[in-house]
């Protein structure tokens, strides 16, 4: 299988690209000072989720399908960029009270783990990240290609949630400070609005 010193570089790797800005670690970031760092670790898991998606996709070739077919990495592309849209409006319209407050309306947490994978699986561009970058630390001479790109990305996960649980964990120890006021509030409610339309309009505007 694959080597201890491969297992260890990969893990490194995928730690320092999870430390980078991107798409999803300002995803989690937005929703652990918006809501607290609960629903950053509920996000984190529900992208880690996607990510388990994504590793099969490529462990059994359908992620090719996103890398040769421009219709089918569009359409995935776009339905992404139109829930971060819906998720930008939602923040923008909403009110201080419905921030994590005592008595305010709490979002469910099935809902905060459903986003997480949403904005995971519909982003096309990380199955071709992954198409790219998990072969290269397999080895076809060392056992079967799918059991080891499974491996990989399993690791991936492992670090994902390490790094994305301490980004909640920091984001929403900043983000309580702030949500005990009604004005901070609804500033915090127009950051999460401003990162998510960005995100969607960086989403929309991709290629292949």
Not at 23 to 47: C, E, H, K, Y
Request: charge should be positive.
């Amino acid at each position: 299988m694959i080597p201890f010193d491969t297992l260890l570089l990969f893990f490194t790797a995928s730690v320092l690209l999870g430390l980078s800005p991107g798409p999803d670690n300002l995803f989690v970031m937005a929703q652990s000072i918006q809501r607290g760092p609960a629903s950053g670790l509920l996000v984190t898991l529900g992208l880690c989720t996607g990510l388990l998606v994504h590793t099969a996709a490529v462990a059994f070739g359908l992620a090719a399908v996103f890398q040769a077919s421009a219709f089918a990495f569009n359409l995935l592309k776009w339905v992404g960029a139109g829930y971060l849209l819906y998720l930008a409006v939602l923040a923008f319209r909403a009110k201080a009270d419905a921030v994590d407050s005592p008595g305010a309306a709490v979002v469910p947490r099935a809902r905060l783990y459903r986003r997480g994978i949403i904005m995971n699986i519909t982003n096309p561009k990380v199955s071709v990240f992954f198409l790219a970058f998990l072969p290269q630390f397999a080895d076809p001479s060392r056992g079967p290609l799918a059991v080891q790109l499974l491996i990989l990305g399993g690791i991936f996960i492992v670090a994902t949630i390490l790094v994305f649980g301490s980004v909640s964990l920091l984001a929403g120890a900043v983000g309580e400070r702030f949500r005990r006021s009604g004005r901070a509030q609804i500033i915090l409610n127009r950051l999460a609005g401003t990162i998510f339309a960005a995100l969607a309009l960086k989403l929309a505007t991709s290629t292949r």
